[in-house]
């Protein structure tokens, strides 16, 4: 019954090499979200999605092309690895802000290293 | 720019009560407060949220200042697993929530 899912767990691959995360929520939400947390322990957002629609861009790079399918889903694509790409990323979702204050809830996290 | 300050660190006894800061002078009236926590190796967990009131639930209660300009998280009887990262954030009407440096808090036996 977990609430929003990422897989994989881990990832690591070589520099210049494409990847894909994938997360799911069978919360209901419609709004859904991709944080990046450093080695530093910050945590940046990257995208926000409602309704299937883009609504955040925090300046990511080209090379990361969030995909969501439908409302449940929001998948993470990277081109070109490199070094400073290697972080946790956790997927988010909620209720959209503007309906009522719904919290966000997190996915456990996909630990990227790239080598 | 995150928009709430904490301190870096805290320690607590267990079974004491831990009171966790947060200052944000610059909050609007749009702006709720939630309080987060990150477990190690997991992602960050919904505690509570307020915007004026104080309020409680199982995990903890929130204390919200009358000027809204800070507020104080209250774990009533710290445990080990209470040891995480707790962060403050203020959560208006659009998307881009944005969370600082958060407070590591230590809980010792």
């Known amino acids: 019954d977990t609430a929003v899912s990422q897989t994989p767990k881990y990832l690591v691959t070589q520099m210049g090499n494409d990847k894909s995360i994938k997360c799911e929520q069978n919360?209901?939400?419609?709004?859904m979200y991709w944080y990046k947390q450093d080695s530093k322990k910050f945590l940046k957002i990257m995208f926000s999605?409602?309704?299937?629609?883009?609504?955040i861009n925090e300046t990511v790079p080209n090379r990361f092309s969030p995909k969501s399918p439908d409302k449940a889903h929001l998948n993470l694509h990277i081109n070109s690895l490199e070094l400073g790409d290697s972080a946790v990323y956790f997927c988010?979702?909620?209720?959209?802000?503007?309906?009522?204050?719904?919290?966000?809830?997190f996915g456990n996290g996909t630990r990227l290293t790239v080598t | 720019d995150a928009k709430t300050t904490q301190p870096n660190s805290m320690e607590s006894n267990e079974e004491e009560p831990v009171h966790l800061p947060c200052n944000h002078s610059?909050?609007?009236?749009?702006?709720?407060i939630h309080w987060y926590r990150q477990l190690p190796s997991q992602g960050p967990e919904y505690v509570i949220h307020?915007?004026?009131s104080n309020v409680n639930n199982r995990m903890a209660s929130l204390a919200i200042a009358e000027d809204r300009k800070s507020s104080t998280l209250i774990l009533h009887r710290a445990t080990l697993r209470d040891a995480a990262v707790y962060y403050c954030?203020?959560?208006?009407?659009?998307?881009?929530?944005?969370f600082g440096a958060g407070t590591r808090l230590f809980v010792k036996a």
């Open positions: 988010a979702s909620s209720h959209s802000p503007g309906t009522y204050n719904s919290p966000l809830h």
């Open positions: 919360l209901g939400h419609d709004t």
């Open positions: 999605y409602n309704n299937k629609e883009l609504i």
């Open positions: 610059t909050i609007s009236g749009t702006d709720y």
């Open positions: 307020g915007l004026t």
């Open positions: 954030i203020l959560r208006d009407l659009g998307f881009k929530t944005i």
